[in-house]
């Protein structure tokens, strides 16, 4: 019974999150870009990293990567992020620092994870096997998270940690795709998709299992074409 209130609980918060969002992000400029090419971005990485890399610890491999992201995500600019590159057991991950977890939202100190190596045939979803566009598309996702979690209160982020062990950690993370999109990223988290199946031996535009916790290629793909802000970068394929 417990879990199914805090169940309901995480799915109304992530509604009425989601419809927060949709007004607050408006407005806000969306800088979208098909394809980020590394040589190109490479030239600008002071540029990114004076504007974007305050308060930041990135990760190692990544740094440009992780400041290309950060760059669609302007309530981040002075948020304290650190971005660990590790052995650990999910291929990425992003929550608040649970020492800082008490302090208000902006006050805290939120964490990106990145998992560093994977047995067998696992190695091939490392952020280090795929492209520079698809590795911005995931931190991006990750970072979307982060933004999320401004908007959380202790008891919310505590009640979002319950929601994993429950159906609604499906509707978490879709809505957190959704979230990736609307920032200016759907591009690269599309390619992000893309290359995950396709390493796993799927067809990428097969036809979306709507339980997948994560949104598919096709859906990605629909919700850029509803999206102005998209329109001009479809001449691009």
């Known amino acids: 019974m417990l879990l199914s209130l805090v169940a309901a609980g995480c799915l109304y918060s992530q509604s009425d999150h989601a419809t927060r969002l949709a007004a607050q992000t408006s407005s806000l400029p969306v800088a979208v870009v098909r394809e980020y090419v590394e040589m190109e971005q490479r030239q600008l990485f002071e540029t990114l990293l004076a504007e974007f890399g305050r308060n930041k610890e990135l990760p190692e491999g990544f740094e440009l990567q992780a400041l290309v992201a ?18 650990v057991d999910i291929p990425l991950s992003s929550r608040p620092y649970w020492a800082s977890m008490l302090r ?11 998992d560093s190596e994977r047995d067998g045939e696992r190695d091939e979803v490392l952020l280090k096997r795929q492209p520079f566009n698809a590795q911005i598309g995931i931190i991006g996702h990750e970072l979307a998270h982060t933004v999320y979690y401004l908007d959380r209160s202790f008891f919310g982020i505590i009640n979002d940690a319950l929601c994993q062990l429950s159906d609604c950690r499906v509707n ?66």
């Open 70 to 87: 950060l760059s669609h995500f302007p309530e981040l600019k002075n948020t304290r992020i650190r971005f660990i590159v590790d052995d």
């Open 172 to 237: 978490f993370e879709r809505q957190t795709d959704r979230r990736t999109v609307e920032y200016g990223l759907g591009w690269q988290r599309f390619d992000h998709s893309v290359f995950i199946r396709t390493s796993r031996g799927l067809d990428p535009m097969a036809e979306p299992n709507s339980a997948s916790t994560y949104l598919g290629p096709p859906e990605l793909l629909n919700i850029m074409e509803a999206d102005p802000a998209y329109r001009a970068t479809f001449s691009q394929l």
């Open 104 to 114: 208000s939202a902006g006050m805290r100190t939120y964490l990106v994870v990145i």
